[in-house]
């Protein structure tokens, strides 16, 4: 069975940094492209980007390009999320993918809330 | 990037009616679309992809057609396990985007 578990998410002040996981389990992780999306409480889905099998090839929505990257351990089953110079815009549930272009597996999500 | 316009915003039905979603992309997305259900509460599961091919265990009273810009969603005989959001998706161009969401409800 695929199963993708968020895990790192919580309350962060503006301006900080969160690093997000993402454990695989179920398939060959090494086999498949890994993406992220987020949720904005009562909004609709926003693709941040996907990473290739071997990290050789990162797209990211260009809006967040400069304050997210994505990276993955293939050693490890991980998919990883790290956000810089966080924004109240920036509070959604992030989901973690499996990608083929389109994303057929998902985790449940976690809260990321950007507040003082 | 590529626009998607879906229409309506939300939609009430009746159980056993038929029920159509559209989506609209800004330019030709060459039939690289998919639809995604997402339940309250849950994590949006993948329905239909390449526009018109169910997905893996999805009730075969969904189904998928378009082509071009225009794209659309129908669920034959509703039922009350399909209130939901129901998102499309482009995957023809980077960055991927999704349309605005449906909000199925029953009436």
């Known amino acids: 069975e695929v199963k993708l578990v968020e895990s790192g998410g919580g309350l962060v002040q503006p301006g900080r940094s969160l690093k997000l996981s993402c454990a695989a389990s179920g398939f060959s992780f090494n086999d498949y492209w890994m993406g992220w999306v987020r949720q904005a409480p009562g909004k609709g889905l926003e693709w941040i980007g996907e990473?290739?099998?071997?990290?050789?090839?990162?797209n990211y929505t260009p809006s967040l390009k400069d304050k997210f990257t994505i990276s993955r351990d293939n050693a490890q089953n991980t998919l990883y999320l790290q956000m810089s110079k966080l924004g109240s815009e920036d509070t959604a549930i992030y989901y973690c993918?499996?990608?083929?272009?389109?994303?057929?597996?998902w985790g449940q999500g976690v809260m990321v809330t950007v507040s003082s | 990037d590529i626009q998607m316009t879906q229409s309506p915003a939300s939609l009430s039905a009746s159980l056993g009616e038929t029920v159509t979603i559209e989506c609209r992309a800004s330019e030709d997305i060459y039939n690289g679309l998919a639809w995604y259900q997402q339940k309250p509460g849950k994590s949006p599961q993948l329905l239909i992809y390449?526009?018109?091919s169910l997905h893996t265990g999805v009730p075969s009273r969904f189904s998928g057609s378009g082509s071009g810009t225009q794209y659309s969603l129908k669920i034959n005989s509703l039922q009350s396990e399909d209130v939901a959001s129901y998102f499309c998706q482009q995957y023809y161009d980077y960055p991927w985007t999704f349309g605005g969401g449906t909000k199925l409800e029953l009436k």
């Open positions: 390449n526009a018109n």
């Open positions: 993918a499996r990608a083929q272009a389109t994303f057929d597996y």
């Open positions: 990473i290739n099998q071997d990290s050789s090839t990162i």
